[in-house]
């Protein structure tokens, strides 16, 4: 009897494992041509203002993918010039949702990936993506275009460059450092910023040294942009009597402003030299700077710092006078306001083009590619 009751028991514990085998040997079979999802969109043409960075702006709603069976499905915005290639891509990853409402903020931040034009119309497409993984394809749904015109939290340019005969290389636009740069403002990075000695003259600013587009000048009393050499090229700003200045270009208002007499200019400290120092060359000594076209007030000087390293400003004749970053929190940006004896610069390795003006104390670390 016992034996009889123990082969039973085996039987049955066979059975078991080749109805499981059986059972692990299930296969799900993805339909071979599963259903896009259908996408629909809100509006089609849309203008992004920082303003108005978190109402909603843009809401696309699609309908579930059929792979065949109750698959997990994972859906992907993705945004794209008008082309169809999506190439540059932007995406946005949703998960299971069907849904998705874009903040302004959060639309401007994504389709900015796709090195865009900023303040101009950009003609855009959208998809959605779904994939299940496992090897099976991802399906797209229908592309819907729509006409965006972005802004963009700060400018391109890590600066701009003077020309003309009012400024102090006249109209040299060669880009061996010869048209003067600007500033930036660290409260407004949109505005670039320039104090110093201005000749009776024309003015105008360039993006790029060696080139004439893009170019900023003014056409009948407003702001007037340059893209290419194709396009008309503006007039000039406009400086009627000789003396010390400040000028400044507002990108996002699209405003110049100036010139601003600058009192304090004429009665200025000359300094005989001012150079860069820190732990790059071991606090030694002075790496010294030139004057800008023969700015008596602003520096230049275009160093390779070989790896991670703090400066400062700092005259030749000891410390005395020397000038770092504002605060702790500013060291590692490359443009600002000065302060007499502040806080070392921190700097990432590589070649930058530094300015600095050593009546207002802005400076800029132009970084070279």
Not at 11 to 23: E, N, P, Q, R
Not at 59 to 78: P, V
Not at 204 to 218: D, N
Request: charged letters at 20%; aromatic letters at 12%; glycine letters at 10%.
């Amino acid at each position: 009897m016992k034996s009889y009751i123990i082969k039973s028991m085996m039987f049955g514990v066979i059975a078991l494992m080749l109805w499981s085998c059986k059972k692990d040997e299930t296969r799900i079979v993805v339909t071979e041509n599963p259903k896009a999802p259908v996408v629909a969109a809100t509006f089609d043409n849309l203008i992004l203002q920082e303003t108005n960075k978190g109402a909603d702006v843009l809401m696309l709603e699609w309908d579930k993918s059929d792979y065949g069976y109750n698959a997990s499905i994972n859906y992907t915005i993705e945004i794209g010039k008008k082309d169809g290639s999506f190439t540059p891509l932007a995406d946005a990853n949703m998960g299971n949702s069907l849904e998705h409402v874009f903040t302004v903020g959060e639309l401007n931040s994504l389709i900015n990936k796709l090195s865009i034009e900023a303040f101009e119309e950009n003609e855009l497409e959208i998809r959605i993506k779904s994939e299940i993984g496992g090897g099976v394809a991802p399906v797209y749904s229908n592309i819907i275009p729509v006409t965006v015109t972005p802004y963009t939290d700060k400018p391109p340019y890590q600066t701009l460059y003077m020309v003309g005969d009012a400024t102090p290389n006249a109209w040299n636009n060669a880009p061996d450092n010869s048209p003067t740069a600007v500033y930036r403002d660290p409260a407004d990075p949109f505005r670039f910023t320039y104090t110093g000695y201005f000749k009776v003259g024309d003015l105008k600013y360039l993006e790029v040294p060696g080139q004439w587009a893009p170019m900023w000048g003014i056409t009948d009393g407003q702001v007037a942009y340059r893209k290419t050499t194709n396009d008309p090229d503006p007039g000039s700003f406009k400086i009627t009597s000789a003396g010390y200045y400040t000028v400044t270009l507002n990108l996002k208002g699209n405003t110049f402003e100036g010139p601003t007499p600058y009192a304090a200019g004429a009665g200025a400290t000359v300094y005989t030299s001012i150079g860069i120092i820190g732990a790059f060359n071991g606090w030694g000594d002075i790496e010294p700077m030139t004057h800008v076209n023969g700015d008596p007030h602003n520096w230049m000087i275009t160093y390779t710092f070989a790896e991670d390293t703090e400066m400062k400003f700092r005259i030749a004749e000891g410390w005395g006078v020397n000038w770092g970053a504002e605060s702790d929190a500013v060291q590692s940006e490359p443009y600002g306001i000065g302060k007499g004896g502040g806080s070392n610069f921190k700097i990432a390795a590589g070649t930058y083009t530094i300015i600095f003006n050593d009546m207002t104390r802005e400076y800029v670390f132009i970084k070279q590619d």
